[in-house]
């Protein structure tokens, strides 16, 4: 990385970073700065015979030395604040970053650099600035003894020069192996780390469990699991020993330049005060290019975790809407990865409340049409508009919409929490959301209050929703965020045809005063709304009212029919 870059970084750690913590870092800086020059001034006075000032002195280097033991634990915990303000800083980013982009093999690497730089109290944002002070005093005592051993026997300043130089060179391919190590994990655990992921998440989910066992397939996701775990574990193993030993060849070294420069020093006289400064000028030259090195490392991979944030961030003037009025597609074509395109010339228009159903079979484009609505991916031709203005320059898009998903969630928390997600409470408003939904039927015939929590594979002693109550808990959620905006995307399909009507009625009723998007694999859902759109292969084949397509006797009135045809037998 070039050094440009470093620096940048650098910068933004400062002006990003807590006063408390800034405080702690320099107090810690003008300690140990304090304490390395106080050993070599109380030999003075040893020297000297002058033994109240010397008693003094010792009692001060004590009392410096356990205050940096306690500011260091200080700094560490501050810093670990202030990491976990980076961290809603990164979650942000995940939110507001480019879903295509995010999908990649790029973006997947970016994340994972990312977030490494927060995820534990040992990561880098922890550290980071211990290694900045650390570098900075040791350098300063380095570069101070150096000019004194130029006073004092310039012989004494070549050998201290060439045994830096030596200490960095082995200090320096020490890093350099640690860096390889780390990247070459980093790299494992992408490619690898999915499909375990994957794995793991069938095997914590009920419904996924039965199909295993009915098709008697627990031997199967077995081996695939152990395959997948031990291919990383072995790969890490292998990397570990190769660093291990590379590791044991560079502490040798530091030995072996350890004992030569102390051999070369035999010849010298020396006083008992620079006898003190060459042996700390030994330690702190060690800990300075091991801070420097570890400085270097960091700051490497805390630059991905601003570029990450920086690639959320939009750099276009963004616009904040008060309230939603209409929203229009405009010769809108999109692909994935590059590949032909899956919606090719979208055009369609909401306002005034109208509310438009989406029909087609699996693959024909519909839930594309809401991840590019919901600003998850990029239109490569073409505009949506919202109010005239072009959704990329929307701040608060997420906010002027309601979806429920094909997959929605329900997180291991209370009832209320479930239904609020992360919104303040407005009781009016929280009552009219239970009300309209008739979530609070499912409440009183279950027996559940609102601190009741859901989710029991994760919470003990929590209540599990059936699909069908799931769903109003969804319909609910959606209500509660008050928009004038709804989407649904295929969130019945898992119900029965008569919930799925009726919970399709509920809705075109409850969001009479908004527009809607509603998506369906079946023709009688959508029926009830002003206009139907049927999809096939990214394009918009038929649009109209029931009637009017009904009329016509198109392909969808030949799929309403054989779907009505096929549900009567």
């Known amino acids: 990385m070039k050094v440009s870059k470093k620096i940048n970084t650098l910068v933004k750690i400062f002006k990003t970073s807590d006063k408390e913590v800034l405080f702690y870092s320099f107090l810690y800086f003008f300690l140990n700065l304090i304490k390395l020059f106080l050993l070599p001034i109380i030999t003075i006075y040893v020297m000297k015979r002058d033994y109240l000032v010397s008693s003094t002195m010792i009692v001060i280097y004590f009392v410096i030395n356990y205050s940096l033991i306690l500011i260091k634990e200080i700094l560490i915990n501050v810093s670990n604040f202030s990491r976990m303000k980076r961290i809603e800083k990164s979650y942000d980013a995940c939110i507001n970053i480019n879903y295509e982009f995010f999908e990649s093999y790029e973006g997947r690497n970016l994340f994972t650099k990312a977030v490494s730089t927060t995820n534990s109290t040992t990561s880098p944002f922890s550290k980071i600035y211990l290694s900045i002070f650390d570098t900075l005093y040791t350098v300063l005592y380095m570069g101070f003894v150096i000019i004194y051993s130029l006073k004092f026997d310039k012989v004494l300043l070549f050998k201290n020069i060439i045994f830096s130089i030596l200490i960095c060179l082995v200090i320096f391919f020490d890093n350099l192996n640690i860096n390889q190590a780390y990247n070459k994990m980093i790299e494992l655990f992408i490619s690898k780390e999915k499909n375990l992921n994957y794995l793991r998440k069938i095997a914590k989910q009920f419904e996924k469990s039965i199909i295993l066992n009915d098709f008697r397939a627990k031997d199967l996701y077995q081996d695939k699991y152990n395959i997948n775990e031990k291919n990383i574990i072995n790969g890490c193993t292998d990397i570990k020993k190769n660093m291990i030993l590379k590791l044991g060849l560079s502490d040798f070294c530091k030995i072996l330049v350890l004992f030569i420069y102390i051999f070369s020093l035999k010849t010298t006289a020396f006083t008992l005060t620079m006898l003190v400064f060459m042996i700390q000028f030994l330690i702190v030259s060690n800990k ?51 590949s032909d395109f899956s919606l090719k010339n979208i055009n369609m228009k909401l306002e005034n409340n109208k509310k438009i159903g989406i029909f087609g079979s699996n693959g024909c484009g519909k839930t594309t049409i809401v991840k590019l609505l919901l600003g998850l991916y990029k239109v490569k031709r073409g505009e949506i508009l919202i109010n005239g203005i072009n959704i990329d320059k929307i701040s608060n898009l997420n906010e002027l919409i309601s979806c429920v998903f094909q997959d929605d969630i329900v997180i291991p928390a209370s009832l209320e929490e479930n239904i609020l997600f992360g919104k303040k409470m407005n009781k009016r408003n929280f009552s009219k959301a239970m009300e309209e939904s008739s979530f609070n039927e499912v409440m009183k015939k279950n027996h559940l209050n609102n601190k009741t929590y859901l989710n029991s594979l994760y919470v003990d002693d929590a209540k599990d929703l059936s699909m069908g109550e799931s769903q109003l808990l969804y319909l609910a959620r959606s209500i509660y965020k008050n928009t004038n905006m709804i989407i649904w995307d295929e969130p019945s399909s898992n119900l029965d045809p008569f919930r799925e009507l009726r919970l399709f009625t509920k809705y075109k009723k409850i969001g009479k005063d908004s527009m809607g998007i509603f998506i369906s694999h079946k023709a009688s859902n959508i029926k009830m709304f002003d206009e139907i759109i049927f999809m096939e292969n990214g394009q918009i084949i038929e649009r109209g009212n029931f009637k009017d397509l009904m009329d016509k006797k198109g392909k969808y009135y030949e799929l309403y029919k054989k779907q009505e045809e096929n549900f009567t037998n």
């Not at 090195?293 to 944030?309: A, G, W």
């Not at 904040?320 to 999109?334: A, S, T």
């Open 288 to 338: 300075f290019f091991d801070s420097f090195f570890e400085l270097n490392n960091i700051t490497n991979k805390i630059y991905y975790y601003y570029k990450f944030i920086e690639k959320s961030e939009s750099k276009d003037k963004k616009i904040y809407i008060d309230e939603l009025n209409c929203i229009e597609f405009k010769n809108v074509y999109f692909s994935y990865n590059n």
